[in-house]
């Protein structure tokens, strides 16, 4: 089956300590993203990747590191959480040319 | 940057009845305009799309339209069903060498039984 894969789907973690957030896509695509899922602000982009080691930031990436060293795989890194961070996270991937198919989502909590 | 403006940010319909949800993009330079499903506990599926060379384009009881001069773009469900309950969100992009996939706030659907 097709599809975009997240893992955690749910995580809670103290301020500070560092986390990953692993994304893997079957589909061969080139494109991949993480966006961000707030209340009343809809979803924002972090950061995306046009293909391996090819990565660019998106509307929110502070606090925020990606990386692209395999097609299939781009984790979302969060080098000290903070309260802030708190959010439904949604990685996504696509080929040039289609829209995006999101993961099914991971819910963070910073406390 | 692109801005994309959606509404209504809630709509109520009765089952049966038709439903649009609009959407204004700012960047006349966008091309792509796709539009995503949310329902509940899960992650935004694309449901239809449209780009720039078509004015419309319908799947079944889904169509969108485009109107490039205007720079506004809208998802018409018609008879609608109770799964069509869910939030919907717009979105817009000009591609090129960069991703700004932009996504309006998104629109709570409520079919009404």
């Known amino acids: 089956e097709a599809q975009v894969t997240q893992n955690p789907r749910y995580l809670i973690t103290v301020t500070g300590k560092k986390l990953t957030v692993t994304c893997s896509q079957n589909m061969n695509h080139e494109y991949m993203s993480w966006y961000r899922q707030d209340p009343g602000l809809g979803l924002r982009q972090i950061y995306y990747?046009?293909?391996?080691?090819?990565?660019d930031k998106g509307d929110v990436p502070e606090g925020y590191k990606v990386s692209r060293k395999e097609k299939r795989n781009f984790p979302l890194i969060l080098e000290s959480p903070s309260p802030n961070q708190t959010s439904l996270y949604f990685c996504a991937s696509r080929r040039q040319g289609a829209g995006y198919t999101f993961g099914s989502g991971t819910r963070l909590t910073v406390v | 940057g692109e801005n994309v403006e959606q509404h209504p940010s809630t709509l109520s319909v009765q089952e049966g009845d038709s439903a649009v949800i609009k959407c204004t993009y700012s960047d006349s330079a966008s091309n792509y305009f796709p539009w995503y499903k949310q329902e509940l506990g899960k992650g935004p599926q694309l449901i239809i799309d449209?780009?720039?060379?078509?004015g419309e384009k319908k799947d079944q009881r889904i169509a969108v339209t485009l109107n490039k001069t205007a720079k506004h773009f809208s998802l018409h469900i018609t008879e609608t069903q109770p799964e069509d309950s869910a939030v919907y969100f717009c979105?817009?992009?000009?591609?090129?060498?960069?991703?700004?996939?932009?996504f309006g706030k998104g629109t709570h659907l409520i079919i009404q039984p």
């Open positions: 979105a817009a992009t000009s591609g090129g060498g960069a991703d700004g996939l932009t």
């Open positions: 449209i780009r720039s060379n078509v």
């Open positions: 990747s046009m293909n391996v080691e090819v990565t």
